[in-house]
Every structure is written in structure tokens, then in C-alpha cells.
């Protein structure tokens, strides 16, 4: 009982690996694992420099990066703001081009 257990667990963990390495998408191209780091490691610099960036506030904006493409979006106070936040992430090495959806609260 135990073995088939073991069995089932490791056919299990084999299926989860391979659907988030290696699993595709019918809305997205696929991504391999190492484009997947770098697009994380490109995102995680993006939010940290917005975050030292004097004047934005960077729990208003949200970062995603897909092949090293940037997409920015949320809601700022001005279009300065906006203008800004897209030319701190075009700084950051590895970003190729910066999606802008970020829009101005109340308009």
C-alpha cells in the first residue's frame, strides 16, 4: 500500500512539473523555464526601481513582464507620474519595450 502510495505521489508531482515547466497555453506563446526567471528577475527590478523612484508610489502600479516586454498598469495622480514610472522600467537592463496601461485616478 505504501509503494503505491509512493507511486502515486511521484506520477503526481511528475504532472504538476510538467504543467507549470512545461505546460502550454491556448491564450499566450509558450515561455520556457528560463525565459520564465529572466521575466521574473526583469520584474522584480522594474518594481524595485519604481519603489526608489522619488514620487511614485509603487503599490499603484503593477509590473508584469513577458519576454522581457514590461507592462506596466494601475491608477497614478498625474500623467507625470505615468511618464515617469514608463521611463524608470525602459532603464532597466534586460526590458526590451514598455506596455503602458497605467491610468490617471479619476479620469
Known amino acids: 500500500m505504501k509503494q503505491l ?6 506520477f503526481l508531482l511528475i504532472v504538476l512539473m ?3 515547466l512545461g505546460g502550454t497555453s491556448a ?7 528560463g525565459e520564465y526567471l529572466d ?6 527590478k522594474v518594481k524595485k526601481a519604481i519603489f526608489d ?3 511614485l508610489k509603487s503599490g499603484e502600479i503593477k509590473v ?13 495622480s498625474s500623467q507625470n507620474d505615468i511618464d515617469r514610472a514608463v521611463e524608470v522600467a525602459r ?8 506596455k503602458n496601461s497605467i491610468e490617471i485616478k479619476g479620469q
Open 53 to 55: 523612484e522619488p514620487g
Open 27 to 33: 491564450l499566450a506563446e509558450e515561455e520556457t523555464a
Open 64 to 76: 508584469e513582464t513577458f519576454k522581457g516586454v514590461v507592462q506596466l498598469s494601475g491608477f497614478v
Open 91 to 98: 532603464e532597466v537592463e534586460g526590458v526590451k519595450s514598455v
Open 5 to 10: 502510495n509512493n507511486r502515486f505521489f511521484a
Open 18 to 20: 510538467a504543467f507549470f
Open 39 to 44: 521575466d521574473s528577475i526583469i520584474t522584480a
